[in-house]
């Protein structure tokens, strides 16, 4: 099955517009997209991307070109393609099948479709496509030399398959890049996940009791931004050490059995399922507000919600109201990723960081993928380090160097104080 697209002038306008005005603010992925432009990297290669479709994803998307890479890509989730972003790159000639609102049937359709045309590299965001290209009989034959995948929830299931021995090709964690979650998940989600909750419920955050579930950096950007708004922020965590930094960080720690009593705003932000759960929902207060920063819709148990309650309807765009037991429960965005649902997604100066390393990931694929085995990397250092040095560029910021005498000093174990 292959969507079919009807073009809109108007949206593929307003799509061209946001791609512009991301191009501007994204100078790293500018400064590797001229590189590439000129040396050509990716000369006769095919890549397969599966990421949220919208303005920052478009800029990727032209600077794999520029490389010399022959496009095709989808959504990675179902409400998260921007339809005037995928109208405009379609304009441009790049094979795009994302649609915001897809089916289970349609969305899975889609990755197929990229699957089909048998990409040499697979760009991903939570592991589907390259889940696909495992499972699926016909795909299961398609020689990859390698993939980068951008997102927690991802590298966790890849990471299952490696310890599993069942990976085919090699993967680089571009999730695990120092520029890429120190910033993205904290600063990005941080953001992003306020910024899409205040869209769709347009009320206060100050003063409010917000529940985080999960500490990990996504967790810690969500706390750190919610804070600063003014909230009374409470964690709730299973890792012991991340709920006791959680504490000495200055915020309340408890079970979610607890959290559940006080809560206004719940953020879930896990990349585990369950985590808000019917005995949670039956403890909330009435007008407790549900959102979710995982990437996958599972860390709220919809469908127990859907079975518990008495009535449903939409009370405001991406705000669904459940009554359960006299009162009310208001579910964002259909418990999915609420950022890019209800909002623009992260900042673009951030995403120019993530998508920089991206790039830098799928060159490295294309030039050493015969050296690679079939487990999941890292990508490199100095790679990583890389774009840390151009963004400060693009800043206008200047740091200090090693001096000689400094250099000797950190490498010669007979030195003295």
Same mark, same amino acid.
């Given at each position: 099955?292959?969507?079919?697209?009807?073009?809109?002038?108007?949206?593929?306008?307003?799509?061209?517009?946001?791609?512009?005005?991301?191009?501007?603010?994204?100078?790293?992925?500018?400064?590797?997209?001229?590189?590439?432009?000129?040396?050509?990297?990716?000369?006769?290669?095919?890549?397969?991307?599966?990421?949220?479709?919208?303005?920052?994803?478009?800029?990727?998307?032209?600077?794999?070109?520029?490389?010399?890479?022959?496009?095709?890509?989808?959504?990675?989730?179902?409400?998260?393609?921007?339809?005037?972003?995928?109208?405009?790159?379609?304009?441009?000639?790049?094979?795009?099948?994302?649609?915001?609102?897809?089916?289970?049937?349609?969305?899975?359709?889609?990755?197929?479709?990229?699957?089909?045309?048998?990409?040499?590299?697979?760009?991903?965001?939570?592991?589907?496509?390259?889940?696909?290209?495992?499972?699926?009989?016909?795909?299961?034959?398609?020689?990859?030399?390698?993939?980068?995948?951008?997102?927690?929830?991802?590298?966790?299931?890849?990471?299952?398959?490696?310890?599993?021995?069942?990976?085919?090709?090699?993967?680089?964690?571009?999730?695990?890049?120092?520029?890429?979650?120190?910033?993205?998940?904290?600063?990005?989600?941080?953001?992003?996940?306020?910024?899409?909750?205040?869209?769709?419920?347009?009320? @206060?955050? $100050? #003063?409010?009791?917000?529940? +985080?579930?999960?500490?990990?950096?996504?967790?810690?950007?969500? /706390? =750190?931004?919610? *804070?600063?708004?003014?909230?009374?922020?409470?964690?709730?965590?299973?890792?012991?050490?991340?709920?006791?930094?959680?504490?000495?960080?200055?915020?309340?720690?408890?079970?979610?059995?607890?959290?559940?009593?006080?809560?206004?705003?719940?953020?879930?932000?896990?990349?585990?399922?369950?985590?808000?759960?019917?005995?949670?929902?039956?403890?909330?207060?009435?007008?407790?507000?549900?959102?979710?920063?995982?990437?996958?819709?599972?860390?709220?148990?919809?469908?127990?919600?859907?079975?518990?309650?008495?009535?449903?309807?939409?009370?405001?765009?991406?705000?669904?109201?459940?009554?359960?037991?006299?009162?009310?429960?208001?579910?964002?965005?259909?418990?999915?990723?609420?950022? @890019?649902? $209800? #909002?623009?997604?992260?900042? +673009?100066?951030?995403?120019?960081?993530?998508?920089?390393?991206? /790039? =830098?990931?799928? *060159?490295?694929?294309?030039?050493?993928?015969?050296?690679?085995?079939?487990?999941?990397?890292?990508?490199?250092?100095?790679?990583?380090?890389?774009?840390?040095?151009?963004?400060?560029?693009?800043?206008?910021?200047?740091?200090?160097?090693?001096?000689?005498?400094?250099?000797?000093?950190?490498?010669?174990?007979?030195?003295?104080?």
């Amino acid at each position: 099955m292959r969507l079919k697209f009807q073009f809109m002038e108007g949206d593929i306008s307003e799509g061209l517009k946001k791609i512009a005005w991301a191009e501007k603010h994204m100078k790293v992925l500018s400064k590797i997209r001229a590189e590439f432009k000129k040396e050509k990297p990716l000369e006769g290669l095919k890549i397969g991307m599966a990421l949220h479709v919208e303005a920052k994803t478009a800029v990727l998307v032209l600077t794999l070109v520029d490389g010399g890479a022959d496009v095709s890509i989808t959504g990675c989730n179902p409400m998260s393609s921007q339809d005037d972003v995928a109208e405009a790159l379609r304009s441009m000639g790049i094979k795009c099948f994302a649609k915001r609102g897809m089916n289970e049937k349609e969305y899975y359709s889609a990755l197929k479709n990229v699957a089909l045309t048998k990409p040499d590299i697979v760009v991903d965001d939570g592991a589907d496509l390259i889940f696909l290209l495992h499972t699926d009989q016909e795909l299961s034959k398609i020689k990859v030399l390698g993939a980068s995948e951008e997102t927690t929830t991802g590298i966790i299931r890849l990471k299952a398959m490696e310890k599993e021995g069942v990976l085919r090709f090699p993967v680089i964690a571009v999730n695990d890049a120092y520029t890429k979650y120190l910033f993205d998940n904290r600063y990005g989600t941080g953001q992003s996940a306020i910024d899409g909750i205040m869209r769709a419920t347009n009320l @206060l955050i $100050a #003063g409010k009791t917000v529940v +985080v579930a999960g500490y990990g950096w996504c967790g810690r950007g969500i /706390a =750190m931004r919610a *804070r600063g708004m003014g909230a009374n922020v409470v964690v709730t965590e299973v890792d012991e050490i991340r709920a006791l930094e959680a504490l000495m960080d200055g915020y309340k720690v408890m079970k979610m059995d607890e959290a559940a009593k006080i809560g206004d705003i719940f953020i879930t932000a896990t990349g585990n399922r369950d985590v808000i759960r019917e005995e949670h929902f039956r403890l909330m207060k009435d007008g407790a507000i549900l959102a979710n920063a995982g990437h996958f819709n599972v860390e709220i148990d919809v469908s127990k919600l859907e079975e518990i309650s008495k009535s449903k309807r939409e009370v405001r765009k991406s705000v669904t109201e459940y009554e359960i037991d006299n009162k009310k429960i208001y579910l964002i965005a259909e418990g999915r990723l609420v950022n @890019l649902v $209800a #909002g623009d997604g992260h900042p +673009v100066e951030v995403m120019d960081m993530s998508f920089s390393d991206q /790039a =830098m990931a799928v *060159r490295y694929i294309a030039e050493n993928h015969e050296k690679l085995e079939k487990r999941v990397y890292k990508l490199p250092e100095e790679l990583d380090r890389m774009v840390a040095k151009l963004k400060l560029e693009s800043l206008g910021v200047e740091i200090d160097s090693l001096t000689e005498n400094q250099k000797r000093y950190l490498s010669d174990w007979r030195v003295g104080t």
